[in-house]
């Protein structure tokens, strides 16, 4: 299939000039170098199913393997060079149809394009005059490998007058803070993803019932989202029954559903580059028992606290915050934690009493990475204060509570497992949720779920 651009291509154009403005404050004279991700072997004359890298795409908008972008800045001149894969049609008869350096410029609005067979005899001239390499640093080897080869080269020309560069900046933190501010096009599709993502929840929820096993949900899962043209998970699923649930990477296996347990799904998928992420928790019998119930109940009210700062003006950590009060406080009402052991709420949240059952943070970032990237601190604060809350921000919001058999435990709540989780975009008024299109309350999961059996 021929290489397709969405969203257009001016976006792409856009976000290198973006960066090249970020890149120009720092160096007005210097070339950036940025390679795609490697394709990966499986086993034996296979590969796993190739997937670009985050930063390539954003910038580019190309999906094949074996390229690299530079752009080279000068003063208020900007070129932009891309080498990839030649055309060749014994290769695309086995694997499919490149676009070639001949097509590049046109459809990727590049200046120049080459053969990735040209890339060491290019590159050396390319970085030749520049003081400054934006690159990513000492986090990619076969970019560290080619560094050293093409600068190498250049150093054996230095009685030529030809100089190497001398500074290597790090151009990912530069990229990742763009990516963590969403356009329109991006948050259109990441609700197109939530959508899909929550259609396959529901066809879960509606398999669901005791003696079947995780990998028969899971097969719904994965069915919906191809179905409805997901282009894979974004991550590994999680289909999670009884004290399974207690295992907070678990991955779908032959576990048996049981009448009487809860079942967790952290499922999400991935469409034109874009990730959503959902977690629901339901009764594998469609009934929630009264324990059940209490600790559901709990987390979602976490959650409703948590998403109630997801505003602008708030810190990242303002949601876990809000979940950690309203969690703790439920774990004492619960009879999990007392007064006599662990004193105020105030004190049990500072000495950390909640974690025995609730050891994650509430909140990461989401966008083309499931973790997105972008920091959780403010940048260049020496203080390192939490990042404030912007417009067009994405992020989850997933509290949870886990209960292992323990003597601490009551007996009714041991094997719970419970996580809900929804994305989230920050916006200039209320937060807008992606994900709920799925189910949250207790009344409608029973509900679909009585509509569905």
Known sequence: MKTKLIPPQEIFVARRFALVKRVRAISENSIVILNTAPEVARNRDNEYAYRHDSDFYYLTGFTEPEAFLVIQTIGDKT???LFCR??????EIWDGIRLGPEAAPEE?????????ADLDTKMPELMTGFDQVFTRNHTNELMDEYLRKWTGELAKKSRLGISKPSVFQDVECLIHDMRLFKDESEIATMQQAAWISSQAHLAAMKRSKPGLKEYHLEAEIL???RNH???S???NSIVATGENACVLHYRAADSILKDGDLCLIDAGCELLGYASDITRTFPVNGKFSPA???AYNLVLAAQEAAIAKCKVGESFQAPHDAALEVLTKGLFEMGILNQQQHGSIESAIENKAYQPYYMHRTSHWLGMDVHDVGSYRELNDPNKAWRTLQPNMILTVEPGLYFRPSKEIPKEYWNIGIRIEDDVVITTGEPLILSRDVPVTVSEIEAWMAQSS
């Open 86 to 91: 030649p055309k060749d049609l014994e290769r």
């Open 108 to 116: 990727l609005g590049i200046d120049y394009a080459y053969s990735i």
């Open 229 to 231: 043209g997901s282009e």
């Open 292 to 294: 059940q119930a209490q």
């Open 233 to 235: 998970v974004a991550y």
């Open 223 to 225: 069915y919906t989202f």
């Open 79 to 81: 070129t932009t060079h």
